[in-house]
């Protein structure tokens, strides 16, 4: 007899290599547990029913590699991917571990940081769509402040849509085909971040200059963080054609 409740791909579901390849380290400790090999990882995705991993660049690609490993390491994963199943719908940056990305990537107050938050983001673009992703995540986690006399939050928008009209102009120029999804979280790790919810972000999206190329990412967590009704968020992406 089989389980009416086991999953299948069919049931799209799918998993952050962040989560299920997290070492388990938080603010209090370190890791406890090893870091996992990404093909391992979808390889038992694969035996358990699941349909996609979704990642961040460095999730996959150590800060650090070189373009060969970048190469070996994206040419094994495609290969555990194929043997798998799994797909990959949904890439993102990681703009927020590294002590570069401190006060900010897009935003940050050093035009070099900005300048290299850009170019980590196009290779990180030219990674998602190897992969296959349709979709590419932008979350802002560093973009904020604990002291508001660190920059202007006008300027701090601004640098962003910049960098935003930037990187859709870079995917058509490129001929992907790539949607942008906006993710918004109050705090964390910042105090204050911009765009803290999915209203500020919808409204954000009509001043860019490819509007029609970016919808929004809402997430449960973080709408809840706010203190708002994830499905009241959800229906209004829903509503306003950009979910």
Known sequence: MTDAYAPTPEDRFTFGLWTVGNPGAD????????????????RKLGEIGAWGVNLHDNDLIPFDAAPTERDRIVKDFKKACEDSGIRVPMATTN??????????????????????????TMAAIDLGVELG??????????????????????????????????LCEYVIDQKYDLKFALEAKPNEPRGDIYFPTTGHMLHFIETLEHSEMVGVNPEVAHETMAGLSFVHGVGQAMEAGKL
């Open 95 to 120: 703009l927020f571990s590294h002590p570069i990305f401190k006060d900010g990537a897009f935003t940050s107050n050093n035009p070099q940081v900005r300048a290299f938050a850009i170019r980590k």
């Open 27 to 42: 603010p209090f400790g370190p890791a406890v547990r090893p870091r996992q090999d990404p093909c391992d990882i979808v």
């Open 133 to 166: 992703a349709k979709n590419y995540v932008f979350w802002g986690g560093r973009e904020g402040t604990e002291v508001e006399a660190c920059r202007d939050p006008r300027t701090a928008i601004q640098r962003i849509r910049e960098g935003m009209n930037f």
